[in-house]
């Protein structure tokens, strides 16, 4: 496959992906987001931290977070402890006559499990589906090409994969289509955002990620449905963000899209 046929793909996916943006703010989607939102993302201490207290934890909130998402903490379940930060305001007497500057402290917290609430039934975002056949064991092939160790150890809680620089982590047991998914998006990360291009924000770095991911899924026949939209708009990533950033997704889309098309046509020809 040429790499401006490539292109095009990548183009017609991209641009299906903007129109699932902009119009993917039903009142469900929105429900999940916005309940999903109330979730915090856990650092590497706090993870594990969690699992040192709870290792089957799978969703944590605190107590009033639950709350407004319409479930409650049973009575009697012990409390999960993280570690949260906190801006303390200096003292009036301390500030006059100089400038103000909060400062950073820490402090316990507790959190609980989905496990340890009752109440209204957490909503599920979409998710790829489909089968990627032969596309699976080629992305794997084109991650090893690079020299890009793949395994599934030390996936952090709550994860399907991570980028962690020359080296892919899964988590073991997912249905193909799914794996291939986590896999493009983790590989776009090592494609994007491992040198000194990479960009500072986070929601930016993951709109990238999975808009890739979105492309490649539709160039071999995934059925992607609303998955991709759902993920980009649960990190705040909006349609601005993926216009900003097309030129960076097209070139990567179009490296591995060539990749895993122009070597099943090379073997059909043969």
């Given amino acids: 496959m040429k790499a401006d046929e490539a292109k095009k793909i990548a183009d017609q996916a991209l641009e299906t992906l903007a129109q699932n943006l902009q119009g993917g703010k039903s009142e469900q989607l929105t429900r999940y987001l916005a309940m999903l939102g109330r979730f915090h993302r856990y650092?590497?201490?706090?993870?594990?931290?969690?699992?040192s207290q709870k290792p089957d934890a799978t969703h944590v909130a605190g107590f009033n977070a639950w709350r407004h998402m319409g479930r409650f903490v049973k009575k009697g379940e012990k409390g999960i402890v993280i570690i949260a930060p906190m801006m303390i305001k200096p003292r009036e007497?301390?500030?006059q006559g100089e400038e103000a500057k909060p400062t950073l402290r820490f402090r316990g917290v507790y959190?609980?499990?989905?496990?340890?609430?009752?109440g209204e039934p957490l909503p599920e975002p979409a998710?790829?589906?489909g089968e990627p056949g032969d596309h699976l064991p080629r992305l794997r092939e084109a991650i090893a090409r690079r020299g890009i160790v793949l395994d599934?150890?030390?996936?952090?809680?709550g994860a399907d994969g991570v980028s962690r620089g020359g080296r892919i982590s899964i988590r073991p047991g997912m249905p193909a289509a799914q794996e291939f998914s986590v896999l493009v998006h983790e590989l776009a990360h090592e494609l994007l955002h491992r040198g000194e291009g990479r960009p500072a924000s986070k929601t930016v770095r993951e709109t990238e990620a999975e808009a890739v991911a979105f492309v490649v899924n539709s160039a071999i026949g995934l059925d992607t449905g609303s998955a991709s939209a759902d993920y980009i708009q649960l990190y705040d990533g909006k349609t601005e963000t993926l216009a900003a950033s097309l030129d960076r997704i097209q070139h990567a889309a179009t490296e591995i899209i060539t990749a895993l098309l122009g070597k099943a046509e090379h073997a059909e020809a043969a």
Avoid: H, K, M, Y
């Fill in 127 to 129: 998710e790829v589906s």
């Fill in 111 to 118: 959190v609980f499990d989905v496990a340890q609430t009752d």
């Fill in 152 to 157: 599934t150890i030390d996936v952090p809680l």
């Fill in 93 to 95: 007497e301390r500030a």
């Fill in 43 to 51: 650092s590497f201490g706090n993870v594990l931290l969690i699992l």
